[in-house]
Protein backbone atom coordinates (compact mmCIF):
# COMPACT_ATOMS: atom_id res chain seq x y z
CA UNK A 1 0.00 0.00 0.00
CA UNK A 2 0.64 3.58 -0.12
CA UNK A 3 2.81 6.42 -1.44
CA UNK A 4 1.69 8.41 -4.51
CA UNK A 5 3.94 10.74 -5.86
CA UNK A 6 3.45 13.99 -3.71
CA UNK A 7 1.85 16.53 -5.56
CA UNK A 8 4.37 19.59 -4.57
CA UNK A 9 5.90 20.94 -7.84
CA UNK A 10 9.23 19.80 -6.60
CA UNK A 11 8.85 16.21 -5.91
CA UNK A 12 9.93 14.45 -9.35
CA UNK A 13 10.50 10.96 -7.82
CA UNK A 14 7.94 8.27 -8.37
CA UNK A 15 7.47 7.26 -4.71
CA UNK A 16 7.32 3.16 -4.54
CA UNK A 17 4.45 1.34 -2.96
CA UNK A 18 5.92 -0.32 0.00
CA UNK A 19 4.64 -3.26 1.98
CA UNK A 20 5.85 -3.13 5.53
CA UNK A 21 3.92 -5.04 7.51
CA UNK A 22 0.82 -7.53 7.88
CA UNK A 23 -1.37 -4.76 9.82
CA UNK A 24 -3.83 -3.06 8.13
CA UNK A 25 -2.16 0.30 9.49
CA UNK A 26 -0.73 2.31 6.27
CA UNK A 27 2.10 5.55 6.05
CA UNK A 28 0.26 7.99 5.69
CA UNK A 29 2.83 10.55 4.29
CA UNK A 30 6.55 8.83 2.58
CA UNK A 31 9.41 11.51 2.03
CA UNK A 32 11.16 9.85 -0.55
CA UNK A 33 15.04 10.20 -0.94
CA UNK A 34 14.88 14.17 0.17
CA UNK A 35 17.39 16.45 -0.55
CA UNK A 36 20.06 17.91 1.92
CA UNK A 37 18.14 21.20 1.85
CA UNK A 38 14.68 19.40 2.22
CA UNK A 39 15.70 17.53 5.07
CA UNK A 40 17.15 20.29 6.55
CA UNK A 41 14.09 22.38 6.96
CA UNK A 42 12.18 19.07 8.10
CA UNK A 43 14.62 18.76 11.04
CA UNK A 44 14.65 22.69 11.54
CA UNK A 45 11.23 23.05 11.98
CA UNK A 46 10.59 19.29 13.85
CA UNK A 47 13.93 18.09 15.75
CA UNK A 48 14.61 19.92 18.59
CA UNK A 49 18.24 20.45 19.05
CA UNK A 50 18.62 20.80 15.25
CA UNK A 51 20.79 23.65 13.97
CA UNK A 52 22.44 25.16 11.17
CA UNK A 53 26.30 26.30 11.92
CA UNK A 54 28.45 28.86 10.95
CA UNK A 55 29.97 25.94 8.38
CA UNK A 56 26.60 25.63 6.86
CA UNK A 57 26.70 22.15 8.52
CA UNK A 58 23.80 20.74 10.37
CA UNK A 59 23.69 20.18 14.16
CA UNK A 60 21.38 17.29 15.67
CA UNK A 61 21.18 15.45 19.05
CA UNK A 62 21.16 11.46 19.10
CA UNK A 63 19.44 11.91 22.15
CA UNK A 64 20.53 9.42 25.46
CA UNK A 65 22.67 7.43 22.64
CA UNK A 66 25.89 8.80 21.80
CA UNK A 67 27.55 5.84 20.74
CA UNK A 68 26.99 2.81 19.66
CA UNK A 69 24.85 -0.21 22.19
CA UNK A 70 26.57 -3.61 21.63
CA UNK A 71 25.26 -5.24 24.26
CA UNK A 72 21.57 -4.54 23.17
CA UNK A 73 22.71 -5.91 19.44
CA UNK A 74 20.26 -9.01 18.89
CA UNK A 75 20.82 -11.26 15.48
CA UNK A 76 18.06 -13.49 14.77
CA UNK A 77 19.30 -17.15 15.17
CA UNK A 78 17.74 -19.69 12.55
CA UNK A 79 18.19 -22.55 10.38
CA UNK A 80 20.06 -19.35 7.63
CA UNK A 81 22.52 -18.56 10.37
CA UNK A 82 22.81 -21.06 13.02
CA UNK A 83 25.49 -22.72 11.43
CA UNK A 84 26.93 -19.86 9.46
CA UNK A 85 27.57 -17.24 11.85
CA UNK A 86 29.78 -16.58 14.62
CA UNK A 87 28.13 -17.55 18.01
CA UNK A 88 29.11 -18.11 21.73
CA UNK A 89 32.31 -16.19 23.87
CA UNK A 90 33.54 -12.96 22.37
CA UNK A 91 30.83 -13.02 19.86
CA UNK A 92 29.08 -9.50 18.96
CA UNK A 93 26.23 -11.90 17.57
CA UNK A 94 23.82 -12.27 20.67
CA UNK A 95 20.92 -14.74 19.32
CA UNK A 96 17.05 -14.01 19.58
CA UNK A 97 14.69 -16.06 18.15
CA UNK A 98 12.39 -15.02 14.77
CA UNK A 99 9.23 -14.45 17.02
CA UNK A 100 10.62 -11.98 19.14
CA UNK A 101 12.03 -10.16 15.94
CA UNK A 102 8.74 -9.86 14.47
CA UNK A 103 7.22 -8.67 18.28
CA UNK A 104 9.71 -5.81 18.15
CA UNK A 105 9.45 -5.48 13.82
CA UNK A 106 5.54 -4.68 14.70
CA UNK A 107 6.02 -2.25 16.95
CA UNK A 108 8.99 -0.26 15.46
CA UNK A 109 6.48 -0.17 12.31
CA UNK A 110 3.33 0.50 14.52
CA UNK A 111 5.73 3.58 15.88
CA UNK A 112 6.31 4.80 12.02
CA UNK A 113 3.05 4.11 10.95
CA UNK A 114 1.51 6.19 13.61
CA UNK A 115 3.61 9.46 12.71
CA UNK A 116 2.24 11.88 10.23
CA UNK A 117 5.39 11.23 8.15
CA UNK A 118 8.09 9.24 7.56
CA UNK A 119 11.49 9.66 5.55
CA UNK A 120 12.52 6.39 2.86
CA UNK A 121 15.64 5.91 1.52
CA UNK A 122 16.41 4.19 -1.20
CA UNK A 123 20.21 3.71 -1.97
CA UNK A 124 23.52 1.30 -2.25
CA UNK A 125 26.11 -0.35 -0.60
CA UNK A 126 29.57 -1.30 -2.42
CA UNK A 127 31.07 0.87 -5.29
CA UNK A 128 32.07 -2.42 -6.98
CA UNK A 129 28.50 -2.64 -9.74
CA UNK A 130 29.18 -5.96 -10.11
CA UNK A 131 28.46 -6.40 -5.94
CA UNK A 132 26.35 -3.71 -4.94
CA UNK A 133 23.71 -4.08 -2.48
CA UNK A 134 20.29 -2.11 -3.10
CA UNK A 135 18.73 -0.64 1.16
CA UNK A 136 15.78 0.86 1.85
CA UNK A 137 16.07 2.72 4.98
CA UNK A 138 13.29 3.98 7.20
CA UNK A 139 12.85 6.20 9.68
CA UNK A 140 11.35 8.85 11.55
CA UNK A 141 13.57 11.27 11.61
CA UNK A 142 15.26 13.94 8.85
CA UNK A 143 18.97 13.83 11.09
CA UNK A 144 18.73 9.64 10.12
CA UNK A 145 17.33 10.05 6.43
CA UNK A 146 20.15 12.62 5.45
CA UNK A 147 22.66 10.76 7.68
CA UNK A 148 22.40 7.61 5.54
CA UNK A 149 21.53 10.16 2.65
CA UNK A 150 25.52 11.29 3.03
CA UNK A 151 26.72 7.60 4.49
CA UNK A 152 25.59 5.07 1.20
CA UNK A 153 25.94 5.61 -1.65
CA UNK A 154 23.59 8.05 -3.76
CA UNK A 155 21.28 6.73 -6.71
CA UNK A 156 20.83 8.53 -10.08
CA UNK A 157 17.56 9.14 -10.70
CA UNK A 158 18.23 6.87 -13.75
CA UNK A 159 19.15 4.29 -10.81
CA UNK A 160 16.13 5.22 -8.67
CA UNK A 161 13.50 4.86 -11.52
CA UNK A 162 14.77 0.90 -12.02
CA UNK A 163 16.04 0.57 -8.01
CA UNK A 164 12.56 -2.02 -7.53
CA UNK A 165 12.69 -4.19 -4.10
CA UNK A 166 15.47 -3.24 -1.89
CA UNK A 167 17.94 -6.40 -0.82
CA UNK A 168 17.89 -5.16 2.38
CA UNK A 169 15.43 -2.86 4.69
CA UNK A 170 16.07 -0.63 8.27
CA UNK A 171 12.75 0.29 10.22
CA UNK A 172 14.24 2.68 12.59
CA UNK A 173 12.08 3.42 14.92
CA UNK A 174 14.79 4.67 17.54
CA UNK A 175 12.86 7.36 19.72
CA UNK A 176 10.58 4.55 20.89
CA UNK A 177 11.80 2.13 23.44
CA UNK A 178 11.49 -1.28 22.89
CA UNK A 179 9.47 -3.52 25.26
CA UNK A 180 12.00 -4.20 28.63
CA UNK A 181 9.98 -7.02 29.10
CA UNK A 182 10.42 -8.88 25.68
CA UNK A 183 11.84 -11.94 25.58
CA UNK A 184 15.69 -11.48 24.69
CA UNK A 185 15.75 -7.42 26.00
CA UNK A 186 18.77 -6.37 28.20
CA UNK A 187 17.33 -2.90 28.35
CA UNK A 188 15.23 -0.28 26.51
CA UNK A 189 17.29 -0.40 23.25
CA UNK A 190 17.16 -3.22 20.55
CA UNK A 191 18.83 -3.47 17.63
CA UNK A 192 17.72 -6.39 16.02
CA UNK A 193 19.00 -8.09 12.75
CA UNK A 194 17.46 -10.55 10.87
CA UNK A 195 19.67 -11.86 7.71
CA UNK A 196 16.49 -14.21 6.33
CA UNK A 197 14.37 -11.55 6.15
CA UNK A 198 16.76 -9.32 5.16
CA UNK A 199 15.36 -6.97 7.47
CA UNK A 200 17.14 -4.66 10.84
CA UNK A 201 15.25 -2.59 13.68
CA UNK A 202 16.20 -0.56 15.96
CA UNK A 203 14.26 0.17 18.59
CA UNK A 204 15.62 2.92 22.02
CA UNK A 205 18.69 4.22 20.37
CA UNK A 206 18.85 7.16 17.94
CA UNK A 207 22.39 7.46 17.37
CA UNK A 208 22.59 6.76 13.54
CA UNK A 209 26.24 5.49 13.67
CA UNK A 210 23.52 2.12 14.85
CA UNK A 211 22.13 2.10 10.96
CA UNK A 212 25.46 2.13 9.27
CA UNK A 213 27.07 -0.20 11.33
CA UNK A 214 23.89 -2.64 10.92
CA UNK A 215 25.04 -2.66 7.44
CA UNK A 216 28.15 -3.15 7.85
CA UNK A 217 27.27 -6.23 9.57
CA UNK A 218 24.92 -7.51 6.93
CA UNK A 219 27.40 -7.08 4.12
CA UNK A 220 29.92 -8.88 6.78
CA UNK A 221 27.52 -11.61 5.77
CA UNK A 222 26.69 -11.09 2.18
CA UNK A 223 30.08 -10.60 1.16
CA UNK A 224 31.98 -13.79 1.85
CA UNK A 225 28.83 -15.69 0.41
CA UNK A 226 30.82 -14.00 -3.00
CA UNK A 227 34.39 -15.05 -2.02
CA UNK A 228 34.62 -10.90 -1.57
CA UNK A 229 36.59 -9.79 1.59
CA UNK A 230 34.54 -7.43 3.96
CA UNK A 231 37.08 -5.32 5.81
CA UNK A 232 36.47 -2.27 8.73
CA UNK A 233 39.55 -0.17 7.39
CA UNK A 234 40.10 2.98 5.60
CA UNK A 235 41.62 3.00 2.35
CA UNK A 236 43.78 5.28 0.17
CA UNK A 237 45.55 5.11 -3.15
CA UNK A 238 48.30 7.16 -3.76
CA UNK A 239 49.67 8.49 -7.54
CA UNK A 240 51.37 5.48 -8.49
CA UNK A 241 47.97 3.80 -8.15
CA UNK A 242 49.30 2.38 -4.30
CA UNK A 243 46.64 1.53 -2.26
CA UNK A 244 46.99 1.17 1.06
CA UNK A 245 44.83 -0.16 4.09
CA UNK A 246 44.28 1.25 7.71
CA UNK A 247 42.47 -1.48 9.72
CA UNK A 248 41.13 -0.17 13.45
CA UNK A 249 38.75 -0.26 16.13
CA UNK A 250 36.81 2.89 16.54
CA UNK A 251 38.80 6.01 17.08
CA UNK A 252 42.45 4.76 16.41
CA UNK A 253 42.73 6.78 13.12
CA UNK A 254 41.30 5.48 10.18
CA UNK A 255 39.60 8.40 8.92
CA UNK A 256 42.39 10.61 9.91
CA UNK A 257 45.21 8.49 8.20
CA UNK A 258 43.21 7.68 5.26
CA UNK A 259 42.49 11.53 4.78
CA UNK A 260 45.66 12.81 3.11
CA UNK A 261 46.69 15.63 1.19
CA UNK A 262 49.35 13.65 -0.84
CA UNK A 263 46.55 10.91 -1.79
CA UNK A 264 43.35 9.79 -2.86
CA UNK A 265 40.77 8.78 -0.74
CA UNK A 266 38.51 5.79 -1.61
CA UNK A 267 36.92 5.47 1.78
CA UNK A 268 37.58 5.45 5.60
CA UNK A 269 35.58 3.01 7.55
CA UNK A 270 34.16 -0.17 5.72
CA UNK A 271 35.34 -1.89 2.17
CA UNK A 272 35.63 -5.04 -0.02
CA UNK A 273 38.21 -6.79 -1.57
CA UNK A 274 37.00 -8.75 -4.44
CA UNK A 275 38.96 -10.15 -7.35
CA UNK A 276 38.41 -6.68 -9.03
CA UNK A 277 40.26 -5.16 -6.24
CA UNK A 278 39.45 -2.96 -3.71
CA UNK A 279 35.92 -0.86 -3.60
CA UNK A 280 34.44 1.07 -0.66
CA UNK A 281 30.57 0.50 0.65
CA UNK A 282 29.52 3.63 1.49
CA UNK A 283 29.11 7.06 0.00
CA UNK A 284 30.63 9.14 2.79
CA UNK A 285 32.62 9.17 6.08
CA UNK A 286 32.10 9.76 9.66
CA UNK A 287 35.08 11.28 11.53
CA UNK A 288 35.17 11.91 14.96
CA UNK A 289 35.73 15.59 15.52
CA UNK A 290 36.77 15.60 19.01
CA UNK A 291 39.52 18.33 18.84
CA UNK A 292 39.26 18.65 15.54
CA UNK A 293 40.97 21.63 14.17
CA UNK A 294 41.86 22.90 10.71
CA UNK A 295 45.41 23.06 11.21
CA UNK A 296 45.46 19.09 11.83
CA UNK A 297 42.98 17.71 10.27
CA UNK A 298 42.25 20.36 7.27
CA UNK A 299 40.59 18.00 4.64
CA UNK A 300 38.14 16.42 7.35
CA UNK A 301 37.59 20.15 8.57
CA UNK A 302 36.63 21.53 4.54
CA UNK A 303 34.26 18.99 4.08
CA UNK A 304 32.19 19.81 7.17
CA UNK A 305 29.58 22.44 5.11
CA UNK A 306 26.62 22.45 4.31
CA UNK A 307 25.07 18.81 3.95
CA UNK A 308 27.28 17.46 6.70
CA UNK A 309 25.64 16.38 9.75
CA UNK A 310 27.01 17.11 13.10
CA UNK A 311 26.19 14.77 15.77
CA UNK A 312 26.29 15.57 19.43
CA UNK A 313 28.31 19.23 19.10
CA UNK A 314 27.78 21.90 20.95
CA UNK A 315 28.30 25.89 19.45
CA UNK A 316 27.81 29.09 20.28
CA UNK A 317 24.48 30.27 20.28
CA UNK A 318 24.29 33.08 18.69
CA UNK A 319 27.59 33.14 16.12
CA UNK A 320 26.77 29.28 16.07
CA UNK A 321 30.39 28.56 15.83
CA UNK A 322 31.02 25.00 16.78
CA UNK A 323 33.29 24.60 19.69
CA UNK A 324 35.04 21.00 18.62
CA UNK A 325 36.92 20.95 22.02
CA UNK A 326 33.16 20.58 24.14
CA UNK A 327 32.46 16.72 25.04
CA UNK A 328 29.70 17.69 27.58
CA UNK A 329 27.23 15.91 25.63
CA UNK A 330 29.73 13.31 24.61
CA UNK A 331 33.40 12.45 23.45
CA UNK A 332 32.00 10.44 20.49
CA UNK A 333 30.88 13.89 18.67
CA UNK A 334 30.80 12.76 14.78
CA UNK A 335 30.54 14.59 11.27
CA UNK A 336 29.07 12.52 8.61
CA UNK A 337 29.37 13.81 5.02
CA UNK A 338 29.49 12.59 1.26
CA UNK A 339 32.63 11.01 0.07
CA UNK A 340 33.05 14.07 -2.35
CA UNK A 341 33.00 16.68 0.28
CA UNK A 342 37.21 15.21 0.60
CA UNK A 343 39.03 17.67 -1.99
CA UNK A 344 40.55 14.29 -3.47
CA UNK A 345 38.43 11.80 -3.12
CA UNK A 346 38.50 8.59 -5.96
CA UNK A 347 35.15 8.97 -7.52
CA UNK A 348 33.83 5.74 -8.20
CA UNK A 349 35.51 4.76 -4.97
CA UNK A 350 37.47 1.64 -6.35
CA UNK A 351 40.82 0.91 -6.90
CA UNK A 352 43.66 -1.88 -7.52
CA UNK A 353 44.48 -4.50 -5.14
CA UNK A 354 46.52 -3.16 -1.75
CA UNK A 355 50.11 -2.98 -1.11
CA UNK A 356 50.28 -2.24 2.35
CA UNK A 357 47.48 -3.49 5.20
CA UNK A 358 48.30 -1.30 7.66
CA UNK A 359 46.86 -2.81 11.45
CA UNK A 360 46.28 0.66 13.60
CA UNK A 361 46.62 -0.38 17.39
CA UNK A 362 45.43 2.43 20.25
CA UNK A 363 47.58 1.03 22.47
CA UNK A 364 47.06 2.22 26.24
CA UNK A 365 49.90 1.08 27.37
CA UNK A 366 52.48 2.61 25.77
CA UNK A 367 54.45 -0.54 25.03
CA UNK A 368 53.94 -1.42 21.32
CA UNK A 369 56.36 0.71 19.08
CA UNK A 370 55.05 3.26 16.49
CA UNK A 371 55.93 1.29 13.77
CA UNK A 372 56.86 -2.26 12.83
CA UNK A 373 57.08 -4.44 9.50
CA UNK A 374 55.09 -7.53 9.97
CA UNK A 375 55.36 -11.13 8.54
CA UNK A 376 52.54 -12.78 7.31
CA UNK A 377 51.62 -14.99 9.70
CA UNK A 378 52.10 -11.73 12.11
CA UNK A 379 49.93 -9.98 10.57
CA UNK A 380 47.16 -12.51 10.99
CA UNK A 381 48.08 -13.09 14.28
CA UNK A 382 47.44 -9.13 14.84
CA UNK A 383 44.74 -8.97 12.90
CA UNK A 384 42.86 -12.01 14.95
CA UNK A 385 43.41 -10.31 18.19
CA UNK A 386 42.71 -6.76 17.10
CA UNK A 387 44.65 -5.27 19.90
CA UNK A 388 43.54 -2.05 20.81
CA UNK A 389 42.10 0.61 23.55
CA UNK A 390 38.50 1.53 22.76
CA UNK A 391 38.94 5.53 23.29
CA UNK A 392 36.24 7.03 25.57
CA UNK A 393 32.58 7.33 24.10
CA UNK A 394 32.72 5.45 20.83
CA UNK A 395 30.75 2.66 22.76
CA UNK A 396 28.52 2.96 25.59
CA UNK A 397 29.57 3.56 28.54
CA UNK A 398 33.46 3.88 27.93
CA UNK A 399 34.98 6.63 29.88
CA UNK A 400 38.80 6.19 29.30
CA UNK A 401 40.93 4.10 27.06
CA UNK A 402 40.67 0.09 28.04
CA UNK A 403 42.46 -2.32 26.29
CA UNK A 404 40.44 -4.42 24.26
CA UNK A 405 40.37 -7.51 21.73
CA UNK A 406 38.31 -7.08 19.02
CA UNK A 407 39.01 -9.47 16.01
CA UNK A 408 39.58 -8.08 12.31
CA UNK A 409 39.67 -5.04 14.30
CA UNK A 410 36.12 -4.79 14.11
CA UNK A 411 34.29 -7.79 16.09
CA UNK A 412 31.33 -5.73 17.39
CA UNK A 413 30.32 -6.04 13.43
CA UNK A 414 31.76 -9.31 12.07
CA UNK A 415 29.40 -12.09 11.20
CA UNK A 416 30.95 -15.02 10.63
CA UNK A 417 33.91 -16.48 12.89
CA UNK A 418 37.15 -14.15 12.62
CA UNK A 419 39.44 -16.53 11.06
CA UNK A 420 37.02 -16.45 8.01
CA UNK A 421 38.35 -13.43 6.92
CA UNK A 422 41.85 -14.09 8.63
CA UNK A 423 42.44 -16.94 5.77
CA UNK A 424 40.81 -14.56 2.62
CA UNK A 425 43.16 -11.77 4.12
CA UNK A 426 45.88 -14.15 3.83
CA UNK A 427 45.40 -15.61 0.66
CA UNK A 428 44.82 -12.30 -0.71
CA UNK A 429 47.53 -10.49 0.84
CA UNK A 430 50.26 -13.42 -0.73
CA UNK A 431 48.32 -13.12 -4.28
CA UNK A 432 48.99 -9.43 -4.36
CA UNK A 433 52.38 -9.16 -2.54
CA UNK A 434 50.87 -7.10 0.21
CA UNK A 435 53.26 -5.91 3.04
CA UNK A 436 51.52 -5.66 6.89
CA UNK A 437 52.82 -3.03 9.30
CA UNK A 438 51.30 -2.50 12.64
CA UNK A 439 51.31 1.02 13.84
CA UNK A 440 50.86 2.42 17.86
CA UNK A 441 48.60 5.40 16.87
CA UNK A 442 48.01 5.18 20.97
CA UNK A 443 50.38 5.93 24.18
CA UNK A 444 54.41 6.49 24.48
CA UNK A 445 56.58 7.08 26.87
CA UNK A 446 54.32 5.29 29.50
CA UNK A 447 50.96 4.27 29.86
CA UNK A 448 48.05 6.20 29.42
CA UNK A 449 47.79 8.52 32.29
CA UNK A 450 51.65 9.02 32.35
CA UNK A 451 52.63 8.69 28.69
CA UNK A 452 51.44 10.88 26.34
CA UNK A 453 49.58 9.44 22.88
CA UNK A 454 52.42 9.98 20.28
CA UNK A 455 51.54 13.04 18.01
CA UNK A 456 49.59 12.83 14.74
CA UNK A 457 52.49 14.39 12.94
CA UNK A 458 54.90 11.56 13.66
CA UNK A 459 52.07 9.09 12.81
CA UNK A 460 51.58 10.75 9.25
CA UNK A 461 55.32 10.56 8.69
CA UNK A 462 55.33 6.88 9.52
CA UNK A 463 52.38 6.27 7.23
CA UNK A 464 53.94 8.66 4.47
CA UNK A 465 57.40 6.14 4.79
CA UNK A 466 54.89 3.09 4.89
CA UNK A 467 53.42 4.62 1.59
CA UNK A 468 56.76 5.88 -0.01
CA UNK A 469 58.52 1.93 0.96
CA UNK A 470 61.20 3.44 2.61
CA UNK A 471 60.30 1.26 4.94
CA UNK A 472 61.08 -1.60 2.51
CA UNK A 473 64.97 -0.34 2.37
CA UNK A 474 65.72 0.66 5.78
CA UNK A 475 67.59 -1.42 8.64
CA UNK A 476 65.64 -3.25 11.36
CA UNK A 477 66.11 -4.77 14.67
CA UNK A 478 63.89 -7.34 16.73
CA UNK A 479 61.49 -6.43 19.96
CA UNK A 480 61.79 -8.85 22.81
CA UNK A 481 58.73 -10.95 23.05
CA UNK A 482 56.37 -9.97 20.82
CA UNK A 483 59.48 -10.18 18.40
CA UNK A 484 58.60 -7.14 16.18
CA UNK A 485 60.54 -5.92 13.45
CA UNK A 486 60.97 -2.03 14.01
CA UNK A 487 62.94 0.50 11.84
CA UNK A 488 65.62 2.21 13.35
CA UNK A 489 65.02 5.07 11.35
CA UNK A 490 62.38 6.91 9.90
CA UNK A 491 62.45 10.00 8.12
CA UNK A 492 60.96 13.20 10.44
CA UNK A 493 60.21 10.84 13.25
CA UNK A 494 63.36 11.53 15.95
CA UNK A 495 64.67 8.00 16.56
CA UNK A 496 64.61 7.08 20.19
CA UNK A 497 60.84 6.69 19.73
CA UNK A 498 60.84 3.99 17.49
CA UNK A 499 61.24 1.33 20.11
CA UNK A 500 59.56 2.13 23.28
CA UNK A 501 62.01 0.97 26.30
CA UNK A 502 63.98 4.15 25.30
CA UNK A 503 60.65 6.60 25.60
CA UNK A 504 59.96 5.19 29.29
CA UNK A 505 61.59 6.51 32.66
CA UNK A 506 62.09 2.96 34.01
CA UNK A 507 63.12 0.43 32.19
CA UNK A 508 61.38 -2.34 34.75
CA UNK A 509 58.33 -0.66 34.65
CA UNK A 510 58.55 -1.11 31.00
CA UNK A 511 59.55 -4.65 30.59
CA UNK A 512 56.80 -5.27 33.05
CA UNK A 513 54.17 -3.69 31.17
CA UNK A 514 55.01 -5.30 27.99
CA UNK A 515 55.17 -8.98 30.06
CA UNK A 516 51.29 -7.48 30.86
CA UNK A 517 49.93 -6.51 27.38
CA UNK A 518 51.70 -10.37 26.10
CA UNK A 519 49.78 -12.23 28.72
CA UNK A 520 46.81 -10.74 27.56
CA UNK A 521 47.71 -11.30 23.96
CA UNK A 522 47.73 -15.15 24.74
CA UNK A 523 44.95 -15.74 27.25
CA UNK A 524 43.08 -13.70 24.19
CA UNK A 525 43.93 -15.70 21.42
CA UNK A 526 43.60 -19.23 23.13
CA UNK A 527 39.88 -19.22 22.14
CA UNK A 528 41.41 -19.17 18.22
CA UNK A 529 44.09 -21.35 18.81
CA UNK A 530 42.12 -24.73 17.23
CA UNK A 531 41.20 -22.83 14.03
CA UNK A 532 42.61 -23.92 11.07
CA UNK A 533 43.14 -20.55 9.24
CA UNK A 534 42.32 -21.35 5.44
CA UNK A 535 43.82 -24.49 4.03
CA UNK A 536 47.44 -24.25 4.23
CA UNK A 537 47.74 -25.41 8.09
CA UNK A 538 50.86 -24.88 8.20
CA UNK A 539 50.50 -21.16 8.33
CA UNK A 540 48.24 -21.95 11.13
CA UNK A 541 50.79 -23.09 12.98
CA UNK A 542 53.09 -20.59 12.04
CA UNK A 543 50.15 -17.76 13.27
CA UNK A 544 49.94 -19.36 16.67
CA UNK A 545 53.82 -19.11 17.06
CA UNK A 546 53.48 -15.76 15.55
CA UNK A 547 52.70 -13.93 19.03
CA UNK A 548 54.20 -13.00 21.87
CA UNK A 549 57.05 -15.47 23.20
CA UNK A 550 57.75 -14.81 27.06
N1 LIG B 1 48.90 9.66 16.46
C1 LIG B 1 47.61 9.69 16.05
N2 LIG B 1 47.24 8.97 14.98
C2 LIG B 1 45.93 8.95 14.57
N3 LIG B 1 44.91 9.66 15.17
C3 LIG B 1 45.25 10.40 16.23
C4 LIG B 1 46.59 10.46 16.72
N4 LIG B 1 46.60 11.28 17.80
C5 LIG B 1 45.34 11.71 17.98
N5 LIG B 1 44.52 11.21 17.04
C6 LIG B 1 43.06 11.46 17.00
O1 LIG B 1 42.38 10.21 17.14
C7 LIG B 1 41.13 10.27 16.45
C8 LIG B 1 41.05 9.17 15.42
O2 LIG B 1 39.70 9.21 14.99
P1 LIG B 1 39.27 8.57 13.61
O3 LIG B 1 40.36 8.71 12.59
O4 LIG B 1 37.93 9.10 13.27
O5 LIG B 1 39.18 7.04 14.03
P2 LIG B 1 38.44 5.86 13.25
O6 LIG B 1 38.12 6.35 11.89
O7 LIG B 1 39.43 4.74 13.29
O8 LIG B 1 37.22 5.56 14.07
C9 LIG B 1 41.08 11.63 15.74
O9 LIG B 1 40.35 12.52 16.57
C10 LIG B 1 42.55 12.03 15.67
O10 LIG B 1 42.72 13.43 15.64
C1 LIG C 1 30.97 4.70 14.00
C2 LIG C 1 31.95 3.89 13.97
O1 LIG C 1 33.01 3.95 13.09
P1 LIG C 1 34.48 4.39 13.56
O2 LIG C 1 35.32 3.18 13.24
O3 LIG C 1 34.79 5.57 12.72
O4 LIG C 1 34.37 4.70 15.01
C3 LIG C 1 31.99 2.81 14.93
O5 LIG C 1 32.90 1.97 14.76
O6 LIG C 1 31.12 2.83 15.79
CA1 LIG D 1 36.04 6.62 11.21
MN1 LIG E 1 34.18 2.08 12.01
Redesign the pocket.
Known amino acids: MVGKATTHHHQHLTVPTICVSDSDLKFTHVLYNLSPSELYEHAIKHEKGSFITSSGALATLSGAKTGRSPRDKRVVKDETTADELWWGRGSPNIEMDEHTFLINRERAVDYLISLDKVFVNDQFLNWDPENRIKVRIISARAYHSLFMHNMCIRPTHKELEGFGEPDFTIYNAGQFPCNRYTHYMTSSTSVDLNLKRKEMVILGTQYAGEMKKGLFSVMHYLMPQKQILSL?SGCNMGKDGDVALFFGL?GTG?TTLSTDRNRILIGD?EHCWSDNGISNIEGGCYAKCIDLSQEKEPDIWDAIKFGTVLENVVFDEHSREVDYTEKSVTENTRAAYPIEYIANAKIPCVGPHPKNVILLACDAFGVLPPVSKLSLPQTMYHFISGYTALVAGTEDGIKEPQATFSACF?AAFITLHPTRYAAMLADKMRKHGATGWLVNTGWIGGSYGVGERISLKYTRKIIDAIHSGELLNTTYKTTGVFGLEIPTEVEGVPSELLDPINTWEDRDSYKMTLLKLADLFKRNFRVFANYKIGGASDLADEIAAAGPNF
Open positions: HSKDG
